[in-house]
């Protein structure tokens, strides 16, 4: 594994390039930390090329700045990532806030991408008007408001099916906590926000998947994946276990990632020879 920093528009960006082949960007959820990936990208490193960061202004990246960060910029850090490390074009695999990213990734930056993954995007607006999930950001925002990041973050927890239920890693755990305010002062706006491009999404030279856990049926971060593949005419696969299946098992997630990267390189192969 080899790490270092990058400089993007307003800030520097923390990464981790593993392993050999074609290029696989991880994108993480809230948190925004590599290290959620680093067994799965381990595991994943003897056929790609693994890229994962540390999204602006959270853990070892710099940008934290106090003021709302777009989604415009986080799909531009993105980009500027896969340009700078891996020379303009990636596989990209998204999970939760991070699938949202990767959305609006495909949507602004088609010619970065060679095929998405998003794995269970809470993206809750494009659910049925008055559907209960519709409430989840604001509700978080006010649990912020009143009693800052540990009530919102407790609430946080209590509502993803399996968190308790095992242990995350030690330096991971204490970096996330680090992040928290930034997390509900800086990213939660355009999160609550976020709408995908159906048009563009649907138009993207590259294959499309959207996912979710199988022990996550009926959540507010899964229901979204079912509707948004629906919308934009894009694939649907179920992963195994939970939201962060990837802490609690990672290898059986990074099996599940190994198979629908694998047949979207395979796409994106045939059609370059077409």
Request: net charge negative; glycine share 12%; charged share 20%.
């Amino acid at each position: 594994m080899t790490d270092g920093m990058l400089a993007v528009t307003g800030a520097n960006l923390y990464y981790e390039v593993r392993g050999a082949g074609p290029a696989l960007l991880m994108i993480s959820g809230a948190g925004g930390d590599a290290g959620y990936y680093s067994t799965v990208a381990e595991d994943l490193a003897d056929a790609f090329t693994v890229i994962t960061y540390d999204r602006r202004g959270n853990s070892r990246s710099t940008g934290r700045s106090g003021t709302p960060t777009t989604l415009g910029e986080q799909a531009a850090d993105a980009r500027a990532v896969v340009e700078g490390l891996v020379g303009g074009r990636a596989l990209v695999f998204g999970s939760s806030a991070g699938a949202i990213i990767g959305l609006a990734l495909a949507a602004r930056h088609p010619e970065a991408v060679s095929g998405l993954i998003a794995h269970e995007p809470p993206a809750v607006n494009v659910l049925p008007e008055g559907d209960r999930a519709r409430d989840f950001f604001p509700e978080l925002a006010a649990a912020y408001a009143e009693g800052g990041a540990p009530a919102a973050g407790r609430r946080f927890a209590q509502g993803v099916r399996g968190e308790g239920t095992y242990r995350w890693p030690d330096d991971l755990w204490k970096r996330f906590l680090g992040n928290q305010d930034h997390l509900f002062i800086a990213e939660w706006p355009a999160l609550a926000a976020f709408l995908p491009d159906e048009e563009a999404l649907r138009s993207a030279p590259f294959p499309i998947v959207l996912g979710a856990g199988s022990e996550d049926r009926g959540t507010y971060y899964a229901r979204p994946s079912i509707e948004i593949a629906r919308r934009i005419g894009a694939q649907w696969a179920e992963f195994p276990g939970i939201h962060m299946e990837y802490l609690r098992d990672p290898a059986r997630f990074a099996a599940a990632v190994r198979v629908l990267v694998t047949i979207l390189h395979w796409k994106e192969e045939a059609s370059a020879s077409a």
